[in-house]
């Protein structure tokens, strides 16, 4: 059914038809005399304004899905049709027949509206609902909140009469492209505030689109107050950064690189452009430093707690410095991080002079460490054979007329003179491990071709025990002196089967790899060792834990000084009548 009204020349109601004023569900008499303009979605009035002020007579216009609206704000959908008709006397008429469309897409609005308005009255920051006239709907508490205007002044007012003059017309022209073009629009204004304080708002208008067109819009307001100010703060550091003679490097909430100095950007070889939005474990740290640096500080600097870290940094050739970095965050009013300023310095030769110094108290401590195990085996190993010597001396002396005492002292005192030899030998050997050249004589081994070497060396040992040795059979080419790496194997299996259990002797050697190291074990089934009460003298020589197996309690400080020659450690794993293992770390060469 089609409905018809009847303007004046300037486009005021002039007569409805009933079915009319039912349907757009207002009364005549609140119609007459206004403009029909009123009552139009903005998006039709240009085209319509043309026509009736051309005014040509025979002129017609045709609108379709034009919206209408009614009482409360109700919708009305209708295709339009206007005529200027002839003049009679000296007034002209405008015909409109309107027919009106489905209200079911009134009832998609609505549906469409109700889910917008559940999603932004979540939405975090400040929310305006506005009609495609430019009036206020409603708005969220966090626009009373950020500015300290009510609904009803924002209704009275209208947003854009409190945006600044100097940024009105550009918000105009964005609540335009929303209603006439559908578009969405983003940008940074100021705003009055009920104290008539200026405030920075990033203004987004959304249009709510059916069918192509607006029916109506959303203005999300973030407050960016705190965050002009951050890069007003920014821009005074980047000032101050660029005369300092430390790295300085600004992050975000997120961690993430904002500003950097000279300084800075020499360290870490990147150029500026790669290393803004970076994180600082991109750039001048290995993945493995990333938690330290991040992960494990988040917490605290999260909480405002500044953090102090020294890590091997890398550049982008990959060369190596030494980093000592100052993690400062800085909180927003709201207890939050905003950022974080991190000073970076090159601490390479402070940690060179310590390592050195470092190396120096090793070697000393080494040395005074030899000293008290040479004071050891002279007190100790020394002194009996000696003393046999000398007393032996003595009888020869006393007895020099007694055949059979002369030729029984003898016998004892070249026992005694073997064993002084024997302990002068140990001391030759250990001295030549301590004072090995550290340009040590290198060369590739290939690990399973040693190991048969041994177990043919120990072949003996091996048949009257029965001992079952397992070998990791995957190759392993070691660049190593052959001669400490065969000692230390030797050593150890010869122990294993040596300091066997009741059980069959089994040992098991394999190997794995770190990123700088290989790390050899070697694990056996035997009696195992009591370490809480033997750690302080396992690797010391002429220390024995098992009288009942002869030896000389050598074996272990060999090969722990071999291990150590070659830039190793030796640690052990072991419990009584549970078995031992032995790892061994070796450096890549």
Known sequence: MNFHLLLDAEGRFVQVSKGFENWLTLPFSNLEGRFITEFIRSAHLRNLNNLISQNIPGDSLELNKAVFKGTGEILKWADLTFSILQPNSTTTNIMVSVRPIDDSGAAAIDKLKQANSNFFNAHPHGIINIDIDGSVLHSNAQITHDTGFSMEVLQQHGLLNLVTAKNRIEAIRGFIAATRQAKSSS????????????????????????????????????????????????????????????????????????LINDVFLKMC????????????????????????VLEEGRANLLNGVAIERELECFRSDGSSFWNFIKLTPIMSSEGKMEMCITVHTDITDKKKAELELRMLADDLYRQNKELHQFAYIVSHNMR???????????????????????????KELTKSVNNLDTVIKDLSYILTINNANKELLKEPVILQDLLQQVMVDLQPQILVTDADIS??????????????????????????????????????????????????????????????????????????????????????FLVKSHVEALGGSLTVKSELNKGSTFYIKIPFA
């Open 384 to 410: 009996s054979p000696v003393a046999n010597i000398v007393g032996l001396a003595n009888l020869l002396e006393l007895f020099k007329d007694d055949p059979e005492t002369q030729s029984q002292t003898l």
């Open 187 to 258: 940008l940074d204004v100021q705003v009055y505030t009920e104290r008539q304080e200026l405030l920075f708002v990033n203004l987004t208008i959304v249009p709510v689109v059916f069918e192509g067109q607006t029916v109506e819009l959303y203005a999300i307001v973030k407050n960016i107050g705190e965050h002009i100010a951050l890069q007003q703060t920014l821009k005074k550091l980047s000032i101050v950064a660029n005369k300092a003679t430390n790295g300085v490097a600004v992050l975000d909430s997120d961690f993430r690189i904002e």
């Open 471 to 556: 070998i990791q059979t995957k190759p392993l080419v070691l660049r190593t002196n052959r001669a400490y790496i065969y000692s230390i194997f030797y050593n150890l299996i010869s122990n294993a089967i040596k300091y066997k259990s009741h059980l069959r002797p089994f040992i098991k050697i394999d190997f794995y790899q770190t990123e700088s190291h290989t790390v050899l074990y070697v694990a056996d089934n035997g009696k195992g060792i009591d370490i809480e009460k033997h750690a302080h003298d396992l690797f010391k020589p002429y220390k024995r834990f098992d009288f009942k197996v002869e030896g000389k309690g050598l074996g272990l």
């Open 269 to 292: 070889g990147h150029p500026r452009d790669y290393i803004i939005g970076k994180r600082l474990s991109d750039l001048i740290t290995r993945e493995e430093v990333d938690y330290i």
